[in-house]
């Protein structure tokens, strides 16, 4: 409140005093009626009585300045356009005031000291270590060492692949140490001294670096198969002493590998060297086990060739081979082929060397007792009188069987052995087991083992 005593006296308030007490006013409706009265009362003491003024220039001597009244009802006019003018609560001169005081504090605070932007919070300090709590403890505890791997290089082994030679083990010490904690929270530990236990048994692995093992995804040991014929030598060279012809698509088994272009492979119990230039794997060619079967079936068709063993062909193979050949115009091969299959396996005798003596004996089914009397073989036939002496069968099959039982008992196998529904084979005609043993009591052409084996060849050519 306005205090005529005062008016003497200069007043020491600064311009953020005065809106801070602008903004209070502002804000209570009942101070704005208090200084509403205030102002009004002024004025009728001011007519009553003369307010000596007084100068605010800093020389008094010139006689000129601002009287105080004059000033204090300048502000308390300025003070009512505000309150009228602006709302409540108005951002006007809350920014107004932030513009000036701000300028005016930093001023004198610059003046007087260095602001202090990072000042300590001296209240969360003092909170936050009022519970700290550090613990240190020496302590001696059993730990593991960790092993070691160790490797090595393997031209052996598929480029990349790697073979644990040994496993390894960690190993054990006592370690003697101190470790802190803080407000139970482990912080750090000081190692003092350590004391081994147990040694750490290192990891050791062979690294494989063979391309060419890699190319075929092999192993030392596994079956290869040849892409070309190829000539088995002594020794891992060109000029190495020949041991014998592979053909293609045969197999051998890898055994060693003393460098990237030879290596060492078996072929049936004779070791020797191959280039790897000249050899494939199943994973590389699906389709060499199956070519290797049949190359080696085909490898032991011969005309000495054992015939009271079975041929080892399949079904597949049989109804390949008998399927449409040239010259069986009335396609009894092809239409028993099954039955040659099931002779072969019931009666153990090569059905292949059966069905070729059927195409010999019967002119590929075209003689004229094979088409009347169903028999293949002139079966029973003498010299003298051929179509009348020869057996006849219901059908073609009943002839095949009872000449496969006639053979295996008489012609192929040795007196004693045993055959077909328990009985044993009375050789009464065997000769060994050969084409040639069975011409010599079967067929008076001395040729006839020689003609039976060129139909035999045929056969097999065509799987």
């Not at 403890?137 to 040994?166: A, D, H, W, Y």
């Not at 396609?331 to 040659?340: D, M």
């Not at 010599?440 to 065509?462: F, G, I, P």
Request: overall charge negative.
């Amino acid at each position: 409140m306005l205090d005529d005593r005062n008016l003497n006296q200069p007043e020491k308030r600064n311009l953020s005093e005065v809106f801070r007490e602008l903004q209070e006013i502002q804000r209570n409706p009942q101070k704005q009626l208090e200084y509403q009265k205030e102002f009004e009362k002024a004025n009728k003491a001011k007519k009553k009585k003369k307010v000596p003024s007084i100068s605010l220039d800093t020389n008094p001597m010139t006689g000129k300045g601002i009287k105080l009244s004059n000033l204090i009802i300048a502000c308390i006019v300025i003070l009512l356009i505000i309150i009228a003018l602006f709302p409540k609560n108005t951002s006007f001169v809350e920014s107004y005031a932030k513009e000036t005081e701000e300028p005016e504090v930093e001023a004198f605070e610059a003046k007087n000291f260095e602001i202090n932007r990072k000042a300590l919070n001296m209240q969360k300090i003092i909170s936050e270590n009022s519970s700290f709590e550090k613990v240190k403890e020496q302590v001696t505890e059993e730990r593991e060492i960790e092993f070691e791997i160790t490797t090595q290089q393997n031209p052996s082994l598929p480029k990349g692949e790697q073979v644990v030679l040994q496993e390894g083990a960690n190993g054990k010490e006592n370690v003697s140490l101190v470790k802190t904690y803080e407000n139970g929270e482990f912080i750090e530990e000081i190692i003092l001294s350590k004391e081994r236990i147990q040694d750490p048994v290192a990891k050791v692995l062979d690294i494989g670096t063979s391309d060419f093992l890699a190319k075929l995804h092999i192993h030392l040991g596994d079956t290869i198969y040849l892409t070309s014929t190829s000539t088995l030598r002594e020794t891992p060279d060109k000029e190495g002493k020949e041991l014998a012809e592979i053909k293609q698509n045969l197999d051998v088994k890898l055994l060693e590998l003393p460098s990237e272009e030879w290596c060492k492979v078996s072929f049936d119990s004779l070791e020797g060297y191959l280039p790897t230039s000249s050899l494939t794997s199943a994973y590389v060619t699906p389709s060499m086990p199956e070519k290797n079967r049949i190359q080696r079936i085909l490898l032991k068709v011969n005309i000495d060739m054992e015939l009271n063993k079975p041929s080892g062909l399949t079904l597949k193979d049989y109804q390949k081979i008998f399927t449409g050949i040239p010259n069986d115009t009335n396609k009894i091969f092809e239409n028993n082929a099954e039955v040659f299959y099931n002779i072969e396996k019931k009666y153990n005798i090569n059905g292949i060397f059966l069905a070729s003596m059927a195409i010999h004996e019967s002119a590929w089914g075209t003689s004229q007792i094979a088409n009347d009397k169903k028999n293949l073989f002139g079966y029973g036939s003498y010299d003298s009188t051929p179509y009348e002496s020869s057996y006849e069968f219901e059908d073609y099959k009943d002839g095949i069987e009872l000449v496969a039982k006639s053979l295996v008992k008489y012609y192929l196998n040795p007196s004693g052995t045993k055959i077909y529904d328990g009985e044993t084979a009375a050789a009464w005609y065997y000769n060994g087991p050969t084409l040639a043993g069975v011409n010599t009591r079967y067929a008076s052409d001395e040729n006839w083992h020689k003609k039976v084996y060129s139909y035999m060849e045929m056969l097999y050519n065509r799987l």
